[in-house]
């Protein structure tokens, strides 16, 4: 192995010890990610950051130049990135003017303010690496597989996707109408019984089911099965399935990280 390649072994499994890497603990007063409890919240972004560790290593990948985070909030994950990576260049791309101009101020970002729809989203150029937690959980089928195709269009070759999804944790959460934390469904996920039969029904017949929230018409609710989600890529992308795991973010959401062959 060459210098060049332990250097960035070295830098990646910096991933899987989070708290040894100095985050910043400062909250945007307006980010609604952060609910008054410091520790859950750094708790997620430790979460996102073992994932895409664990993904990097085992994928080769080499010290990232470029990271997209999408959606970037107020940078919950955005600021583990920042501590692992002080010289990667970051982009935030978020719908909220105010969320990317704080990713700006507070880490360094590329603000790219967009609305979340493939159509009109314009990437610069190609990511090292694509952090993508909790948007294709929210996704209808159409829009689910143009961000799959848009994020394999713009990972530079060698590059790391990862994306996570509702999987069968969530889909169970749904059917028995409440968590394992005490939440009901209609406060876990905004849905009423009637939606959540539709949602749930669907997935159980295709392996993919969706439902709009109340009043907001393309934006949602997405269950997505794991053997649904690696035929889309191994059917509709050029991404070499790196590793997937059930559950894997904040012990809800599905992880699966893809690779861009070199």
């Known amino acids: 192995m060459t210098t060049a390649n332990l250097a960035a072994v070295g830098s990646l499994a910096r991933l899987l010890t989070p708290s040894s890497l100095g985050i910043s603990t400062e909250i945007a007063p307006d980010d609604g990610m952060y609910g008054g409890n410091l520790e859950h919240y750094l708790s997620v972004c430790h979460s996102a950051l073992r994932c895409l560790g664990a993904s990097a290593l085992l994928a080769g990948s080499a010290e990232p130049g470029r990271i997209l985070d999408l959606p970037s909030g107020h940078g ?145 609710v997405s269950l997505s099965t794991l053997p649904f989600v690696v035929e889309e890529v191994q059917r509709h992308t050029s991404l070499r399935l790196v590793t997937t795991t059930e559950h894997g973010w904040d012990n809800h959401h599905d992880v699966i990280a893809c690779a861009k062959p070199g």
């Open 76 to 220: 919950r994950v955005m600021r583990g990135l920042r501590a692992a990576f002080p010289r990667a260049e970051l982009t935030a791309c978020d719908p909220s003017v105010a969320a990317v101009e704080e990713c700006r101020r507070a880490f360094g970002a590329v603000p790219l303010a967009s609305p979340l729809d493939p159509s009109v989203l314009h990437l610069d150029g190609r990511y090292d690496i694509v952090w993508c937690g909790s948007l294709f959980t929210h996704l209808d089928l159409e829009r689910w597989r143009a961000f799959l195709s848009l994020f394999d269009r713009h990972l530079a070759p060698g590059g790391l996707l990862v994306f996570t999804t509702h999987g069968r944790k969530a889909h169970k959460w749904l059917r028995d109408g409440h968590t394992e934390y005490g939440l009901t469904a209609l406060q876990m996920y905004g849905l009423d019984s009637v939606l959540i039969r539709s949602l749930v029904a669907d997935a159980d017949k295709t392996g993919f089911g969706y439902v709009d929230f109340p009043g907001h018409r393309g934006h949602g």
